[in-house]
Each structure stands twice: as C-alpha cells, then as structure tokens.
C-alpha cells in the first residue's frame, strides 16, 4: 500500500529565503503525486501535481518540486519566501490502476518569520 | 463556476446525537469525498462517492455513512457522535476519481461534541 511521509510538522524561513518541504512516498508502482496548501480557516487548494512526463513540475505562487523516482521524493520549493506563504501544506500520493485511494501526509505548517 | 460549497459550517453536537453533513460539488463533478481533518490525525480519507457509488472507503467505523445524489450532491451521516468525531469535516469534489484528478476543496464543516 502507498504511504507519504512528510518530514517535519513545523517548518520556520526568513522572509526572501529558500523554502524546502519534504516529502517521501512509498509505492510499488509508478505514482500520482500532490501538493496541496491549507490557509487557515480555508479548505485545501491544489499547488501541483505529478502524474507522468517531466519530473520538475511547476505551480502555482512560484512552488516547484521534483519527483526523484530513485529518492521516493517529492521536494517542494519556492526560491524566495513570501508572508503569505505561511500556511500548511500536504503532501498525497496515489497509485494509478490500484485502488483508486489517495492518500495525505500529515502535512507541514510552513511559518514565515520578517 | 461556484466552487465546493458545505452546510452548515459549524456545528456543536452532544454525546449520542446523530449529523447530517451536506456537499455541493462544483457543476458538472462527478466525484465528491470526505476526509476527517483532526490536529493528532491529521487528514483522514473517509469515502468517495463516483456517480452516486461508493468507490472507496477509509478505516472508519460504520457510524460513518454516505450517500451521493442523481445531481452529485453527497451527505455524510455519523450516528450515535463521539467526543473524538470533533473534528474538521472536509468535502472535495473532482471531474474524476480524486486519485487521479485535482480535487477542490470545500471550507469544511466544524463539528464540536460535547
């Protein structure tokens, strides 16, 4: 069965600095992955997914990450923080011609600091 | 379009009582699942509802029920609350299965048992 693990609950960056999200899957066959974001008080939004071809998917407010099929990961990253990136975020992952079953992580609440 | 609307948006229940939570998909989705949000649990997969069928089904006790319309509106039922059911109900509809196709989140319903 797949699983995501993302490393860290609590993440803290400096406004203008690097963001770095892990995420590590575990899957038997080639997968879907996602990212989503939560702002508070709000339902989950889609940032980005991966479902095949290119390996370095862009998405939306600047986010990038890399499926690394050798690494089982799925790294989000922004260049440069944002206040209004403090948020959290969930990594999912889901196996296509399985189960049809997606599953999250436990997710990540990035904290931007001035 | 409309996004993923949810009634009611809170709710305080007591011990032993019963709920009915509501979920407008976005026109013309066909999919629409419900996952427990809770801070020690994290995001939990209840159901997915696929043209009024049960597609999948999280590890939930049977108190947990769906159902999903001819218009693709769901309800999801608990029966007989826990004070552990406090929780963050969220609702997300898709054009397709949720394993495969973005979903779209809906603000969630509060439920607080007393």
């Known amino acids: 069965a797949q699983s995501v693990t993302q490393l860290g609950s609590h993440v803290s960056v400096s406004e203008g600095a690097l963001v770095l999200l892990r995420c590590n899957y575990s899957?038997?066959?080639?997968?879907?992955l996602f990212w989503y974001v939560q702002y508070p008080n709000q339902g989950l939004q889609l940032l980005l997914k991966y479902t095949t071809g290119a390996t370095l998917v862009k998405g939306i407010n600047g986010f990038e990450a890399e499926f690394k099929k050798s690494e089982t990961s799925f790294h989000l990253t922004k260049p440069s923080a944002h206040m209004s990136d403090a948020a959290e975020y969930f990594c999912?992952?889901?196996?296509?011609?399985?189960?049809?079953?997606?599953?999250f992580g436990k997710g990540t609440r990035l904290h931007i600091l001035p | 379009k409309a996004g993923v609307t949810q009634t009611p948006r809170y709710l305080i229940k007591t011990r032993g009582q019963q709920v009915t939570l509501s979920c407008s998909p976005i026109s013309g989705h066909r999919s629409v699942s419900w996952y427990q949000q809770t801070p020690g649990q994290g995001l939990q997969f209840l159901f997915e509802y696929f043209s009024e069928t049960q597609r999948n089904k999280g590890n939930f006790p049977g108190r947990f029920s769906g159902r999903q319309f001819s218009n693709s509106r769901s309800e999801m039922n608990v029966s007989t609350l826990e004070l552990g059911d406090s929780a963050l109900y969220l609702c997300a509809s898709s054009l397709g299965l949720a394993a495969r196709e973005t979903q779209y989140f809906g603000p969630g319903t509060r439920l607080l048992v007393l």
């Open positions: 999912a992952v889901s196996e296509e011609g399985r189960d049809d079953k997606i599953i």
């Open positions: 899957s038997s066959v080639p997968p879907y």
